[in-house]
């Protein structure tokens, strides 16, 4: 946040409500409350407010999720404030598991670049195969690349059942 007022770090401090919203409070502080709402908001926010009064500016955040943790600090200049909000361990440790558990379910099978190479080339091979000895439906190239689609297939329906 960038502010019109220097900036000291015992004049701000910050709450979690139990209705979601956390606040963050800066004391004897003025600025724009348009210029504080920021352009691009984080998915976590569910809303964002700025209340101005005489003695203070108040930025409230609604969020999915508690803040358990925070930490603020002026940055390079007295009048930008950098906010560190840290949710609960177990909220990230459940974030971690359910990454996990997705990574997992996507990688069944062959890998999709891998298996698209495969195919590729098994097709290619056949054709190929196919249009150099038109007497013999089956020449060794075509022989290899049915192989080549047949194993891929396989192996593919094989290892995404694990």
């Not at 401090?13 to 709402?37: C, H, M, P, R």
């Amino acid at each position: 946040m960038s502010l019109d007022t220097t900036l000291d770090e015992s004049r701000v401090s910050a709450w979690q409500a139990s209705s979601g919203w956390f606040y963050i409070t800066l004391y004897q502080t003025e600025g724009d409350t348009s210029e504080l709402v920021p352009k691009i908001i984080s998915d976590d926010i569910i809303n964002f407010q700025v209340i101005k009064s005489a003695e203070s500016l108040q930025i409230g955040l609604r969020l999915k999720n508690p803040i358990e943790n925070y930490e603020f600090s002026t940055g390079g200049n007295d009048r930008t404030l950098l906010a560190s909000l840290h949710y609960s361990t177990e909220y990230l440790t459940q974030l971690d598991s359910i990454k996990d558990n997705e990574r997992i379910k996507t990688e069944k099978g062959i890998r999709s670049g891998i298996r698209k190479w495969l195919y590729v080339l098994g097709t290619g091979l056949t054709f190929i195969g196919i249009q150099e000895d038109q007497e013999k439906l089956f020449s060794n190239l075509s022989v290899v690349g049915v192989g080549i689609l047949a194993f891929t297939f396989i192996i593919d329906q094989i290892s995404s059942y694990h």
